[in-house]
């Protein structure tokens, strides 16, 4: 019930549209109870048995309104009738029509407004999902599997659309439809409504009982959901290898093992949400064969009822069956809903740890230098940065060597601020990384990788991720920096083409030049390279190569190369060994002494 609550905070913006639907649904309910009310007259005349009223009844005030009303349709009927039998019959048909189509009418109209309501609360839903997702931090989504959070931004939201909105319009109406109901009844005869009221709560205690294992099977059944999404997207990303490993069996053994437990969970949830309806309405004809049974010898035996008011019975208490049904699926509804509110509910409140300060500051540029101080750092037990120091200053290019593993990306990953020191700090211009804004410092950093991460857009929009605000001129100037402009030329569409997934119509040197001019086009003062040439063949690496060189010339970059011809330019190298620094100097001072560096070196020469 508690997360039903939280995502109903979701409503709030559309309140409005809850007012109209209460509204609507307290009409059509009123309606609903009046138009079974109105077979009375109906019946009446079919079985002569309208009563007589002689006199044109006259209006006593509110509480005579029930007298007045039938008096008035008697007398009504009454006249016509001894004229002409067929025109009585059409006026009883008319009133029927009339008010079954006020009450559909109604029902529409609360339904027409509510729907604004569920899909609002979807949208906004999805919306503040997504939003959190991308201000989570990095290591967030290296725990959690990409398949989990899709699931639940899309079946989860889903579940919760048909659970617990689906069933909002219950919540109003069958309450309403109960309560007008129960009086219409009450109006007609005290004795059978309190003989159908003590039947309610009995069948409420045997319907609950059935849904108090639902909520654990639809925890089951979503989770393993985000468990096959999960497979689908690593499949779909990683689908070249799968074949070329023919490993298609091995990833078909275990989607198929994945589909097969959610059957299981699936049939076990349904099965027993199923019950809840063929259940409460057998137990509700149970209650109307002995309402049957008592009111037939009240009509029969007592003579104390007519035969027409107690059809007229019947079907209203029919009538109440329904919502007491829809009221017993939505309990059933809200326990599974719950589930998948639950795991909505977790990615929204999940702790964020790199949240800004509530001091802190904006940088607006780089000056002087940026400073990693004695840092100490792991992911999650091993220490992979020990005591590492290091200054880049304004203007300087430093590159980081040392093998793999070594701890290059996780200094890159720092300075970014993706991850938090343990020990240590990180600062720039004396400010520390912890206490600026994090989408200030950002803004100074443009970033290049090994895997030139692109999104399945045009070239364009690509570049524009850079600087959205960026004019087409500069665009093809970022271009040109980055030995891109005239492949792109060659493109289908120039800079329109759409560049497939992941911009898989391009070869890897052509995505490393765009990820290049990408960063070009944002035009920040640092530079972080990792890697950025390592995939690629000798004649790309050239064009990229001097990509970069242009992309470095006049900023402070910092470099991480496996390729040691790339850097042998730079004003420092640093030499990384398990995450700390061996040697430091530039090409030439290092080359000169017996320094690993030379050996490392001599090794890529071969
Ligand atoms: N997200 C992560 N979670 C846990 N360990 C990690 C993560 N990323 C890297 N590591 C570990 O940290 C160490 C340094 O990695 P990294 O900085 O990527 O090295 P390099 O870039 O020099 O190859 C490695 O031992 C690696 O296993
Ligand atoms: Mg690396």
Known sequence: MKSFKKILLFAIPYKRFAFLNIIFNALYALFSALSFVALIPMLNVLFGKTPKVDAKPVYKGITNLKAYVTDFINFKIGETLEKDPLAALIFAIALILVLFFLKNLFNYLAMFF??????????????????????????????????????????????IQHSFLSIMELIVREPFTIIFTLAVMFSLNVKLSIFVLTFIPISGIIISSIGKTLKKHSQNVQQEQGEFLSIVEESLGGLNIIKAFNAEKLFTTKFFRSTAQFFGFSNKLLNRQNLASPLSEFMGIGVIGGLLWFGGSMVLIEETLSGTVFLAFMTLAYNILTPAKAISKASYAIKKGNAAAERVLEVLDAPNELVDQPDAKNIKDFNQEIHFNNIGFKYDAKLVLDQ??????????????????????????????????????????GHDLKKIKTHSLRKLIGIVTQDSILFNDTVQNNLRVGNPKATDKEVVEAAKIANAHSFILNLPQGYDTNIGDQGNKLSGGQKQRLSIARAVLKNPPIMVLDEATSALDTESEKLVQEALENLMSNRTSLVIAHRLSTIQKADKIVVMQDGEIIEIGTHKELIDNESTYKKLVEMQSI
Do not use: C, H
Not at 136 to 151: H, I, M, N
Not at 396 to 416: P, R, Y
């Open 114 to 159: 509510i729907t604004f309501l569920q899909n609002g609360i979807l949208k906004d839903l999805r919306n503040s999902l997504y939003v959190k997702i991308l201000s989570q931090p990095v290591s967030y989504f290296t725990e959690k599997k990409k398949g989990d959070t899709l699931a639940r931004i899309t079946s989860d939201v889903l579940e």
């Open 388 to 429: 590492f120091s290091l200054i880049l200053k304004k203007g300087e290019t430093i590159a980081l060597v040392g093998q793999s593993g070594s701890g290059k990306t996780t200094v890159a990953n720092l300075l970014n601020r993706f991850y938090d020191v343990q020990q240590g700090s990180v600062s720039i211009d």
